[in-house]
């Protein structure tokens, strides 16, 4: 499984960015897409997560209120929606795909990154004051 993230870039606090990540490789259905952020000098933060097959969405504090995931199931892509964002939001954006080892799985399941079995690259979103 290859994971494309892209749609990082700089951009002034107010404004909004939508992050994609694109899945190849095989079919996710069976796994959960998350999105994590790491800031420098500072650990990797769990973002938000989707289930792929349901839609069903968990977000961490870092996501809440202002962050959007959402998936598209014919273009095998994940988006990351992000609006009024903040100096603070500023860290490289990294997308993972998780499998869904059972339909019980609590969604908080997967704020830990040892859950992920891909990873993308990661894409930069860096907003000036």
């Known amino acids: 499984v290859q994971l494309q993230a892209s749609g990082g870039g700089l951009v002034q606090a107010g404004a909004s960015l939508r992050l994609s990540c694109a899945a190849s490789?095989?079919?996710?259905?069976?796994?959960?897409m998350g999105w994590f952020r790491q800031a420098p000098g500072k650990e990797r933060e769990f973002v938000g997560v989707?289930?792929?097959?349901?839609?069903?969405?968990y977000y961490g504090e870092s996501g809440k209120g202002r962050f959007t995931i959402s998936r598209d199931n014919a273009r095998n892509t994940v988006y990351l929606q992000m609006n009024s964002l903040k100096p603070e939001d500023t860290a490289l954006y990294y997308c993972?795909?998780?499998?869904?080892?059972?339909?019980?799985?609590?969604?908080?399941?997967?704020?830990?990154?040892?859950?992920?079995?891909?990873w993308g690259q990661g894409t930069q979103v860096t907003v000036s004051s």
């Open positions: 490789g095989r079919t996710l259905r069976s796994y959960v």
């Open positions: 989707i289930n792929w097959s349901r839609g069903t969405t």
């Open positions: 993972g795909a998780a499998p869904v080892r059972s339909v019980i799985s609590p969604m908080n399941s997967f704020e830990s990154e040892s859950a992920y079995t891909y």
